[in-house]
């Protein structure tokens, strides 16, 4: 029997607008971007509203699946767009639009990666540049349990590694030349967390 909601153990920052003072980037965290009663309500609809797959990666030769569940969505208007692929619903359009007035860009696509647990993660990584170019804008909110996000400078061994926590609520852009000087993590924690789920707004384009 369930005495509460998984909502109720969820904790929002408390360190409001952050800029943080690193080389080769330019990196802003705002907690409580959404309030509690919001970031409730977004989470339990995303969690339990969204058609969450699966998808198989390449990792050292061989194809294995990810420790995490994904769903895409992108505006159909975009060249080589899924014309079938899934509609913005009315609280990921909410969302976007809220993210948009803060940077004041346009973003047409959207990657949301659920983690389910402890044993869900992401490893070391730069984002693909393929369709976001060299140095991509990446607008990310958090719902859910709070999850250690580390970065690390590929090339100055000098510079320690950077541990944010991103709790319920919270807003991070990674800007400027960020992707191209570091890499970034979500990983795996022995604690006993509940489902986390992460929503990263790009700037997609085709050749």
């Not at 913005?88 to 007035?101: A, F, G, N, P, T």
């Not at 984002?127 to 999850?147: Q, Y």
């Not at 320690?160 to 800007?175: D, T, Y």
């Amino acid at each position: 029997m369930t005495l509460f909601n998984d909502t109720e153990l969820f904790t929002s920052g408390l360190r409001g607008k952050t800029v943080f003072d690193l080389p080769d980037c330019e990196l802003i965290l705002i907690d409580n971007f959404f309030s509690k009663e919001e970031s409730d309500q977004y989470y339990e609809k995303l969690l339990h509203q969204t058609k969450w797959r699966e998808y198989e990666m390449e990792m050292f030769d061989k194809t294995v699946t990810a420790p995490r569940m994904i769903a895409w969505y992108e505006d159909k208007e975009n060249k080589g767009a899924d014309p079938k692929g899934p509609d913005w619903s009315y609280d990921l359009l909410s969302i976007r639009s809220r993210v948009e007035k803060e940077t004041q860009l346009d973003f047409n696509s959207l990657l949301l990666n659920l983690y389910r647990n402890g044993n869900d993660s992401v490893a070391w990584h730069s984002d693909k540049e393929h369709h976001t170019g060299s140095n991509p804008i990446i607008a990310s909110v958090t719902f859910g349990d709070t999850r250690m996000f580390r970065l690390r400078h590929k090339f100055r061994k000098d510079i320690g590694q950077v541990e944010i926590p991103l709790h319920h609520g919270s807003f991070l852009l990674m800007a400027g030349t960020t992707n191209s000087f570091w890499q970034h993590q979500v990983p795996k924690t022995a604690k006993n967390v509940l489902p986390r789920i992460n929503l990263t707004f790009r700037r997609t384009f085709r050749k």
